[in-house]
Nanobody, 122 residues
């Protein structure tokens, strides 16, 4: 079992930055790949970024490539999402998730947090 709690969301102007954190409980954090997803009102949940267990391999949606960076610290049981050059269309609830191997598919993930709201004003 893995419990996930996100933090770091907030209101930021377009062009600004935020760093999201996802704290994981349980002894098996380093055995899991981690992903970040987001869901805007009236839209389906979509893939943002993923990272493998060691942190050596990362994956990004085209819409955030070059602006967002996913990283992890297995000693702290945490995964992060650094978001730069934010745009109003990045506004959404951001949720972290865990599974054995990286995936861009929502239904592949076994564990989910509750999310943190990110609002980007124009």
């Amino acid at each position: 079992q893995v419990q996930l709690v996100e933090s770091g969301g907030g209101l930021v102007q377009a062009g600004g930055s935020l760093r999201l954190s996802c704290a994981a409980s349980g002894r098996t954090f380093s055995n899991n790949a981690m992903g970040w997803f987001r869901q805007a009102p009236g839209k389906e949940r979509e893939f943002v970024a993923a990272i493998n267990r060691s942190g050596r391999n990362t994956y990004y949606a085209d819409s955030v490539k070059g602006r967002f960076t996913i990283s992890r610290d297995n000693a702290k049981n945490a995964v992060y999402l650094q978001m730069n050059s934010l745009k109003p269309e990045d506004t959404a609830v951001y949720v972290c998730a865990a599974r054995l191997t990286p995936s861009q598919m929502v239904y592949d993930y076994d564990y989910w947090g509750r999310g943190t709201q990110v609002t980007v004003s124009s």
